[in-house]
């Protein structure tokens, strides 16, 4: 029922800004914590953020802190993903995920996913 919709990835060069979209239908968007997992090439699928139903509580790995900002707008029934200072290490797969626990359970996966955006970062 819930469908996760990512956009706004695309080729981009070290040191530009980029703001990703994902927009959430099939549920009402204030009763699911939202967050942000990417994918490089060869390696697994890692949390890069998360926030919780009432956007009052956010968490960032520490490879992203200072760089990358989640924010949620309620009325768009859509999450953002606002990336500065893009670097190389950057490129991956961004998913979106979605759950109805918190925001703190959802650093481990939701129950929802995208089918992903790719950004990609060049040197």
């Known amino acids: 029922q819930v469908q996760l919709v990512e956009s706004g990835g695309g080729l981009q060069q070290a040191g530009d800004s980029l703001r990703l979209s994902c927009v959430l239908s099939?549920?009402?968007?204030?009763?699911?914590?939202m967050g942000w997992f990417r994918q490089a090439p060869g390696k697994g699928r890692e949390f890069v953020a998360t926030i919780s139903w009432h956007g009052g509580a956010t968490y960032y790995d520490g490879s992203v802190k200072g760089r990358f900002t989640i924010s949620r707008d309620d009325v768009r029934n859509t999450m953002y993903l606002q990336i500065n200072s893009l670097k190389p290490e950057d490129t991956a797969v961004y998913y979106c995920t979605a759950g109805a626990g918190t925001a703190a359970d959802l650093r481990r996966g939701g129950a929802y996913w995208g089918q992903g955006t790719q950004v990609t970062v060049s040197s």
């Open positions: 099939g549920g009402t968007f204030s009763d699911y914590s």
